[in-house]
């Protein structure tokens, strides 16, 4: 009877540990969000966003999805009109992280490109490289630095794409100045 008891216990136990382990590996949208200012120019017309290629399993696309379009709406760089004149694709190219480590890094890797609705050749494009790095001290759980730094590694990769996105509107016609 002892034994049928702790066996139970231990598998109660292990079932606690994965799904705990589990639920710390999931991305959080609203972490992905880095804080942006207004943008100086603004596009004519409102944007669709559309990401692809991510590793499901470390970042959902509608997780990018959300915290880009979030983003954008505070910088304003694009109207939030129902009217959406432009397509901004997402290509996640990597996600790299480390099978084990006391300090994790994630890298992020995504192909950014603009194009008006309906054409497709691209008006804008570039790839963006960034990283993030959680010690140790933040969180005793691996699996929770590894989602805190994929978090914090796509925000930098949204920082980054919507402050040379912006840059490129500076520079062109196409957009509205204030």
């Known amino acids: 009877m002892t034994s049928l008891v702790t066996k139970t216990v231990r598998k109660l136990v292990v079932a606690a ?36 290629g991510a590793k499901e399993s470390l970042v959902k696309n509608a997780s ?59 008006i804008w494009s570039e790839q963006i490289s960034s990283e993030a790095k959680v010690g140790f001290g933040e969180s005793l759980i691996a699996a929770q630095r590894m989602a805190m730094a994929n978090e914090r590694a796509v925000a930098a990769n949204i920082e980054q794409g919507l402050a040379a996105l912006s840059e490129f509107a500076e520079q062109n016609t196409i957009v509205e100045t204030e």
């Not at 972490?31 to 004519?44: I, Q, R, T």
């Not at 290509?91 to 084990?100: F, G, H, Q």
């Open 17 to 52: 540990v994965f799904s705990v382990a589990l639920s710390a590996c999931a991305t959080d949208p609203a972490k992905m969000v880095p804080n942006v200012g207004k943008s100086e120019a603004s596009f004519d017309s409102g944007v669709a966003v559309q990401v692809s």
């Open 64 to 122: 990018i999805q959300s915290a880009v379009e979030a983003a954008l709406m505070q910088s304003e760089l694009f109207p939030a009109a129902t009217d959406k004149g432009y397509t901004l694709r997402l290509d996640v190219l990597a996600i790299e992280n480390p099978l084990i480590g006391i300090d994790l890094t994630s890298k992020v890797r995504v192909g950014w490109l603009l194009r008006k609705r309906g054409s497709p050749e691209a």
